[in-house]
T-cell receptor, first 115, second 116 residues
């Protein structure tokens, strides 16, 4: 069975600080996909990134970066120089190749960036 | 950029009433989903739909729930007799051709359902 754990329920930082959101997953499938979604106060789910299990290359997109470590089953998300607009709930999610596109979400991390 | 659209954005209904939530998936997508998020909790999978039939469903998706694709563009979720615990945000989502490739799932903005 697949499981996603986001141990940090809430993080508060001051603007311009760097912050890392942790995500640990469990799966028996050898092929799987990892995602991060952002949920701003307005409630929608905004796709940020998808990573395939066979691609451990880390990715950077502007102020966002992701560190995929298969050895520790982690897929952490770092925001560099955080801004107030980054305040949101961030969800990590997993889908297994043999389960189609059924996503299992973590519990989410609420990030508050203070000016 | 193409997007998934949902209506209504918010609905208040009395316990026991039927509710239909509507979704227009991205036009060239073939796989459709409903997810649910109870206030303050994680997002949970309800059902997936492909080729005019349910492909997977969770334990939450009991006989009170049904889905339908009545025409070429809409995808609906019906709750037959709502209960207080059905109060949640319901997200519609869709993805492209290849179910097994982990294609990105795009979510709509959600429909808040409040059962009173």
């Amino acid at each position: 069975a697949q499981k996603v754990t986001q141990a940090q329920t809430e993080i508060s930082v001051v603007e311009k600080e760097d912050v890392t959101l942790d995500c640990v997953y469990e799966t028996r499938d050898t092929t799987y996909y990892l995602f991060w979604y952002k949920q701003p106060p307005s409630g929608e789910l905004v796709f940020l990134i998808r990573r395939n299990s066979f691609d451990e290359q880390n990715e950077i997109s502007g102020r966002y970066s992701w560190n995929f470590q298969k050895s520790t089953s982690s897929f952490n998300f770092t925001i560099t120089a955080s801004q107030v607009v980054d305040s949101a709930v961030y969800f990590c999610a997993l889908s297994e190749h043999n389960a189609g596109n059924m996503l299992t979400f973590g519990g989410g991390t609420r990030l508050m960036v203070k000016p | 950029e193409p997007e998934v659209t949902q209506t209504p954005s918010h609905q208040v209904t009395q316990m026991g009433q039927e509710v239909i939530l509507r979704c227009v998936p991205i036009s060239n997508h073939l796989y459709f989903y409903w997810y649910r998020q109870i206030l303050g909790q994680k997002v949970e999978f309800l059902v997936s739909f492909y080729n005019n039939e349910i492909s997977e469903k969770s334990e939450i998706f009991d006989d009170q729930f049904s889905v339908e694709r009545p025409d070429g563009s809409n995808f609906t979720l019906k709750i037959r007799s709502t209960k207080l615990e059905d109060s949640a945000m319901y997200f519609c989502a869709s993805t492209g051709r290849d179910r097994a490739s982990g294609n990105t799932i795009y979510f709509g903005e959600g429909s808040w359902l409040t059962v009173v």
